[in-house]
């Protein structure tokens, strides 16, 4: 079964460093997501994108964070400037569509992001 | 306001028994999809089963089944004949389709335990 890739499964990295994260969506899949989830709690929106634009995104997502597709298979989130608050698992996710319909989200196995 | 409520933060069950996770949500929007999804303690995000608002009935996968009861606004997701491999971290989440099209809001999960 198609699943969607996140790479690397753990990054650290300094207070102040650029980070990008890496994911492959599952191909034919049209909606791209970045959600974080804070050591054991709540799963939070970041962004969402389709057709190659951000279609929406959430007040966490501010000026240091930055998607992009950069070629047909790979989805990125780059964080500008790492602050302590960063740490958290990063997940990738897709869906076939927007509709609700039968179009949960895919996630990834995430990426542990870890500021020190 | 809160948009989706987990009220139980965790929840025991014995082995082969059923068990009940509860979750309310809030929205204006008459339609919505509602998911649930499983979060074992290796971490990775997975898909369980989903109902729509327009939907007459309830939604089955297998051992799972979801309680929808519209005009209370809530969405329990009931698995029968409890595993030990069930054991992880439940969480609900909801799509409005015409106000917030593609993200899912979560709530703040229930910590399932099945004991042998």
């Known amino acids: 079964e198609p699943e969607v890739t996140q790479t690397p499964s753990h990054q650290v990295t300094q207070m102040g460093q650029e980070v990008i994260l890496r994911c492959v969506p599952i191909?034919?899949?049209?909606?791209f997501y970045w959600y974080r989830q804070i050591l054991g709690q709540k799963v939070e929106f970041l962004v969402s994108?389709?057709?190659?634009?951000?279609?929406?995104k959430s007040e966490i997502f501010d000026d240091q964070f930055s998607v992009e597709r950069p070629d047909g298979s790979n989805f990125t989130l780059k964080i500008r400037s790492t602050k302590l608050e960063d740490s958290a698992m990063y997940f990738c996710?897709?869906?076939?569509?927007?509709?609700?319909?039968?179009?949960?989200?895919?996630f990834g196995n995430g990426t542990r992001l870890t500021v020190t | 306001a809160q948009k989706i409520t987990q009220t139980q933060p965790g929840m025991f069950v014995q082995e082969k028994e059923a068990v009940t996770l509860d979750c309310t949500y809030d929205?204006?929007?008459?339609?919505?999809?509602l998911f649930w999804y499983k979060q074992p303690s290796s971490g990775e995000m997975i898909f369980l089963i989903y109902?729509?608002?327009?939907?007459?009935q309830n939604a089955t996968e297998g051992r799972y089944s979801l309680n929808f009861q519209k005009a209370r606004k809530s969405a329990n997701l009931v698995i029968s004949a409890s595993q030990l491999g069930d054991s992880a971290m439940y969480f609900c989440?909801?799509?409005?389709?015409?106000?917030?099209?593609?993200?899912?809001?979560f709530g703040d999960g229930t910590t399932l335990t099945v004991k042998p």
């Open positions: 996710a897709s869906s076939v569509g927007d509709s609700f319909n039968n179009s949960p989200l895919h």
């Open positions: 191909s034919n899949h049209l909606y």
């Open positions: 994108f389709y057709n190659n634009e951000i279609s929406e």
């Open positions: 929205t204006s929007d008459p339609s919505y999809g």
């Open positions: 109902q729509g608002s327009y939907d007459q």
């Open positions: 989440a909801m799509r409005e389709l015409n106000t917030n099209a593609g993200k899912s809001t």
